[in-house]
């Protein structure tokens, strides 16, 4: 692909971990040169995250690997007159400055967004933290799953015994991310109205309590506080995981045709004729009872069955799989999902243009890697 939506967008990138990481990657994915500034001789902190120790001691983490492809990476100490310099020119000439530190910390660093603004207008500085840069708790040091606690999402995840719960994955960095990307790509599409750059203050904990979505508003228009329901779907029934022969299933027979359709593949129109289980609301009612029902007869074959028989009836209906399984899915091989870089995989972010999909370009930077190409990348990014 020649050129993609943000081609000749130049993004410079002071993130770590993962919030910031993972906005950058989207914005490279879309097109967009990404010069990641790293700490000299220490690096991203995700460098030395992941399940291979090897790979940790080597810098090049599976945390790191996973967004990180296709960015360049150059060390500058901003303490130093020889980093600051080499920073304020590469600021100068960029289209986006990324950041998930602490609020105020590189406002500190002589580099607030008053100065920024003042050193290159057109600049779309985007700030990625916690809290925000505002408000009582924005000095307060954030983790995903102190966010995920602070939202309110581990309390409605797991049933009423088990919960709260952390999610599998960390859900507010991820957030946090895509929306700060989100916001970016929006303020560089502003941007052409004037010339003029703007500050993005993006919140994780906020990001994270308006992607709950329903849950929330159950409460805020309703007055009703969402519960753990486990692997049930609180608006309609039957809708959440069953149990086939071999092994668990999702249905989600959502709307009353669905469940027709359902209860006559399963051979079971007594169902339809129970007062408990003919409309909507008495199912929601009585939903362990007609799930104990359903699970009865979804017993008598396995998973994969179920799938390709309610599927294709429209009763939403698929196996619960393993990671390993998910990622060999041959729905993702064939949109070209995942990227093989040497000897492990990267994934795409699940956006096809014109029919291809977006691959990095390149393997992720070992640290320090474009230190020697920065004359010609400041030459260039003026020009």
């Known amino acids: 692909m020649d050129q993609r939506p943000l081609s000749g967008v130049r993004v410079l990138d002071l993130t770590n971990v993962l919030a910031g990481p993972y ?9 967009a040169e990404v010069v990641k500034v790293e700490v000299p001789g220490v690096g991203d902190l995700a460098r030395r995250l992941g399940a291979d120790p090897a790979r940790n001691r080597a810098g090049m983490g599976s945390s790191f690997l996973a967004q990180n492809a296709g ?8 303490k130093s007159s020889a980093g600051r310099q080499t920073f304020e020119q590469l600021a100068s000439s960029a289209d986006v400055l990324l950041e998930n530190f602490r609020a ?8 607030g967004w008053d100065v920024l603004h003042r050193l290159n207008p057109g600049l779309v500085y985007c700030a990625i933290s916690g809290f925000g840069q505002s408000g009582p708790l924005s000095q307060a040091p954030a983790y995903d799953q102190v ?8 309390s409605i995840t797991g049933t009423p015994e088990t919960a709260p719960l952390r999610v599998g994955f960390p859900v507010c960095d991820t957030v946090g991310g895509l929306s700060a990307a989100l916001a970016i790509v929006a303020a560089l599409n502003g941007r052409q109205r004037d010339g003029r750059g703007c500050f993005l203050d993006v919140s994780m904990l906020e990001t994270s309590i308006s992607a709950m979505g329903w849950p929330v508003s159950n409460y805020l228009v309703c007055g009703v506080p969402p ?5 049930q779907n609180a608006t309609a029934a039957p809708s959440g995981t069953f149990e086939a022969a071999d092994g668990p299933l999702n249905i989600a027979a959502n709307r ?7 209860c006559e593949l399963l051979e079971r129109p007594d169902l339809l004729d129970d007062p408990r289980f003919a409309e909507r609301e ?5 939903r362990a009872e007609l799930n104990r029902e359903l699970n009865k007869s979804l017993g008598t074959r ?9 599927s294709a009836a429209g009763v939403p209906a698929a196996r619960i799989l393993t990671v390993p399984q998910a990622v060999d899915l041959p729905q993702l091989d064939g949109r070209g999902f995942l990227t093989a870089l040497g000897d492990f995989r990267v994934t795409g972010n699940g956006v096809l243009v014109d029919g291809e999909p977006l691959r990095p370009p390149a393997p992720p930077p070992t640290l320090g890697q474009h230190n020697a190409d920065l004359p010609a990348l400041l030459a260039r990014w003026r020009s």
Do not use: I, N
């Open 23 to 31: 906005c950058s990657y989207q914005l490279m994915l879309l097109g």
């Open 147 to 154: 966010v995920q606690g602070l939202s309110g999402m581990m």
């Open 256 to 262: 009353q045709e669905q469940f027709v359709t359902l």
């Open 71 to 78: 960015k360049k990476s150059v060390e500058l100490d901003l």
């Open 282 to 286: 008495a199912r929601l009612e009585f």
């Open 104 to 111: 105020g910390v590189l406002d500190r660093l002589g580099y």
């Open 227 to 231: 519960e753990p329901m486990g692997d």
């Open 302 to 310: 396995p998973a994969a069955e179920w799938e390709l028989l309610l």
